[in-house]
């Protein structure tokens, strides 16, 4: 009686998506997102200024940044590390893969009444306990960032070192990362729940296996890393007393 519940409320359910109740995500459709909030990509080099501001030495301006590119990487990964960190935060929370994404606008209810297995909250917590392998890649760019490439970021944008970082390593990120999520996804018994689910409602759940699961989570997770990026960089551009340091103060002008 309580499966045929289940299947007449999803039926209801899916009908109701063909309404146009709920809009399909993807990692594309996050990725634009990003985009929207972190404004246009920098130039293909950061440092088209690489004059120090004034009353800052070279060596201030890159060991300052440096202290403060490794205090905002902390805090992002403590944040979104947590437990909650991507669940509860409806800018980078990971909703259903692939044609499945037409479910989110009813993801409660559909995990209220156990129809999709509890599988968006296992694929938050696997991103949660994988983006602590972020802070070691984002202090070794750090650490391997040139005077140059420091003066050009601490006078560029808003997200110049974000956008740094995303394109010096990006593809480093990407694959330490994967087969951690693939670790994580599989301790929290994503895989069965999509199979479960997949089996059940094979026509609106299509082809989507356990790689193509562990490539999702792995981008939205990379996608959230360099979200909050973007917003501690903004943050200690616009109040860098706030990071309780006189040289960062300094070289951004607040000094």
């Known amino acids: 009686m ?12 899916i009908a109701a998506l063909m309404a146009g109740t709920a809009a399909a995500q993807s990692a594309q459709d996050a990725g634009a997102l990003l985009g929207r909030i972190l404004g246009p990509s920098a130039p293909a080099s950061t440092a088209a200024n690489t004059a120090p501001p004034p009353g800052v030495t070279s060596s201030e301006a890159s060991g ?3 202290l403060a590119l490794g205090k905002a990487a902390e805090r992002v990964v403590a944040q979104l590390g947590r437990p909650g960190g991507f669940a509860d935060d409806p800018r980078v929370r990971i909703g259903l ?11 409660g209810a ?27 890649l984002l202090k070794s760019a750090i650490s391997r960032m040139t005077v140059t490439d420091a003066l050009g970021i601490v006078t560029g944008g808003d997200t110049s070192a974000t956008d ?51 490539g999702y989570v792995t981008q939205k997770a990379i996608d959230g ?6 917003e501690q960089e903004r943050e200690i551009r616009r109040n860098p007393l706030g990071t309780g340091s006189k040289l960062i103060a300094k070289i951004f002008g607040r000094g």
């Open 97 to 107: 893969p692939g044609p499945l994404g037409r479910l989110n606008g009813l993801l």
């Open 225 to 230: 890393v360099f979200l909050y990026l973007g």
């Open 2 to 13: 309580i499966m045929r519940t289940r299947t007449v409320w999803l039926g209801a359910a």
């Open 164 to 214: 740094y970082f995303r394109r010096t390593m990006g593809p480093d990120l990407q694959q330490t990362m994967t087969p951690v999520v693939a670790k994580s996804l599989s301790g929290v018994k994503a895989f069965q729940a999509l199979d479960r689910f997949s089996a059940k409602n094979s026509l609106i759940a299509g082809q989507f296996g356990a790689r193509d699961l562990t």
């Open 64 to 66: 300052g940044l440096k």
């Open 110 to 136: 559909l995990d209220r009444a156990g129809v999709t297995d509890g599988l968006s909250g296992k694929l938050n917590a696997a991103a949660e306990g994988a983006v602590g392998k972020a802070l070691p």
